[in-house]
């Protein structure tokens, strides 16, 4: 049986309209009665119904977070890292996996939507989501442009790139093969591959653009290649086994850059430079400005860029 706030208010021995006062965090009331009350809700397994609450015009308290995938580390750790800061703020997160394809996205949308969340994190890489334009509720994207309305907080991926570009041209590769991701959106990601242009192009040195959507990796690597800028981590590792396999030592044979810098990449793969994206910052970026949003609706905000590090093994 579903426990009710009137059971929970026999359970701590206080009137109904207290229990409703500690669940809104509304009026002056003690710590041991708050914690009574608390203590009562845990026993009796009690949830505030969010969709009344929306409907009575206060805080879900709930957060929709929106990614392409969790097996990725860099999303996974970042993901965990938002729904434990929004929980020390007093939400609770709902996480969704739109696993790159529109569809599920959509009904990821309408599902938070209907359930009043009182904002979302959207670190999607489906482009061209209509309802994106059309939502109201206060969004807030990560790396990614949506909407002209929504605000994005992005690492610097132009300056990622470029270190990136700066060690394998330290490292003196002689064939160098940049794996390019065909996007023309005007999301920040684009500007890692640019960044890293500029500064080959700059340094006079030859590279061969592959593209992502068309690539083969075991059909092209190792090839002659002696030096890879790859898109990510899981993609570095993944073509650095190829060389494994054929016999060459990383950072000796041949020299490959990946991106993101999870905890989990760096303690598993301490061998693989990369660049480090910034969790715990990019999480408190893309929180503070959810809660800007959420206060101030209406008020343009100003795409925030994180900065960005190179990781090199000693």
Known sequence: MVAKLKDVAQLAG??????????????SLSQKTIDKVHAAMRELNYQPNALARAMQGKPSKFVGLIFPNLINPFFAELANELEHELFKKGYKTIIASSAQ??????????????NQVDGIISGSHNLGIEE?????????????????????????????????AKYLVEHDVKHLAVIVDEDTSVSPTINRIQGALDFLNKQKRDFEPLAI??????????????GVLASNDVQALTISNLYYQAGKQINKDFFITGYDGSR???KVAPYLPTVIQPISLLAQELIE??????????????????????????
């Open 14 to 27: 206080v009137s109904v309209t207290t229990v409703s006062r500690v669940i809104n965090n509304y009026g």
């Open 101 to 114: 394809n529109p569809e599920i996205e959509h009904e990821y949308l309408n599902m938070l939507m209907a």
């Open 132 to 164: 994106y334009h059309q939502l109201t509720a206060p969004i807030v994207s990560f790396d990614r442009y949506l909407a002209d309305n929504i605000p994005i907080v992005a690492a610097d991926s132009y300056h990622g790139g470029e270190l990136a």
């Open 213 to 226: 959507q068309h690539l083969d990796l075991e059909a092209t690597f190792p090839g002659n290649y002696d």
């Open 264 to 266: 989990l990449i760096r």
């Open 289 to 314: 400005t959810l809660m800007k949003r959420i206060e101030t609706p209406h008020e343009k905000i100003e795409t925030k860029l994180v900065p960005v590090e190179f990781y090199q093994p000693k």
